[in-house]
Every structure is written in structure tokens, then in C-alpha cells.
């Protein structure tokens, strides 16, 4: 139940971080002097590599730790668990899209503006939505 704790823990963090730095994408994209450049610059740079990285790599330690502890028998028989994985997956790859678009802003050739970053704050709401359904109602 430790690794359950500590996965859910991270996950947390993880999804803080995945919520507030499109956000901070938003309010960039419609800055347009230099100093708020610089603090959002660095608002970016920290969040992402201070809290979601870390978040999502021990998001990802500790479920992999509960597959291998308990999970794994039932690998084969949960279709749930399956689509979970996959969703995942997409998360982690939309977590990377996220650090392209930090290095975008950070060499200033950000080519999207801040209604792009709007919609793009609102992906991790549906993965959320998605993998807790999963996890808890199983329903495969």
C-alpha cells in the first residue's frame, strides 16, 4: 500500500505541474515585454523541471513498483489496466510536447498563440478523467 501512497503522491504533483504550465504558456504568449518574458521564462524552467519531471518520474517508479508487486499476475486479464497504460503513454508524450514548448519560449520562436495553449490546458483534464475511471471502477 506504500507504493500506492507514494505513486498517487506523485501523481498529484505531477498533474499540478500538467494543469499550471499551459497556463503559464497562456499568460506568455500574451506578454510582450521583456521582464515578464524573463519571470515566465523561468516560472517555466523551474515548474518543469523542478516539480512535473520528478513527478513523473516517480509517478512512474512507483507504478511500475505496483505492477511488479501485485499488479503483474493480472496484466493478461485487465483490459482496463491495458488502456490505462496507453493513456499514460500519451500523457508522457504530451508531458515532452510541454518541454518542447518551454525550449519554443525559452529561445523566443513560439509560433502558437494563447488560445492554442488554452485548449492545450484542458488535455490533461480528459487523461485525468480517463485514468481515474480506470483505476478505480476497472471497467474492462
Not at 519571470?39 to 518520474?57: A, D, Q
Not at 508531458?95 to 485548449?119: A, Q, S, T
Request: aromatic share 18%; glycine share 6%; charged share 15%.
Amino acid at each position: 500500500m506504500w507504493y500506492k501512497a507514494l505513486h498517487m503522491i506523485f501523481m498529484v504533483t505531477w498533474f499540478a505541474g500538467l494543469f499550471y504550465l499551459p497556463r503559464l504558456f497562456v499568460y506568455h504568449a500574451m506578454s510582450d515585454d521583456e521582464t515578464s518574458n524573463k519571470r515566465f521564462k523561468l516560472m517555466e524552467r523551474k515548474l518543469y523541471f523542478g516539480i512535473m519531471t520528478p513527478g513523473l518520474v516517480l509517478t512512474l517508479l512507483f507504478g511500475i513498483l505496483m505492477l511488479t508487486d501485485y499488479a503483474w499476475a493480472a496484466f493478461g486479464q485487465s483490459g482496463w489496466l491495458h488502456v490505462k497504460l496507453t493513456l499514460i503513454a500519451l500523457l508522457c508524450i504530451y508531458h515532452v510536447y510541454c518541454g518542447k514548448w518551454l525550449l519554443d519560449f525559452k529561445h523566443d520562436r513560439n509560433k502558437h498563440g494563447h488560445v492554442y495553449f488554452r485548449w492545450m490546458n484542458e488535455l490533461p483534464v480528459l487523461f485525468l478523467v480517463g485514468i481515474v475511471i480506470l483505476a478505480t471502477v476497472k471497467p474492462f
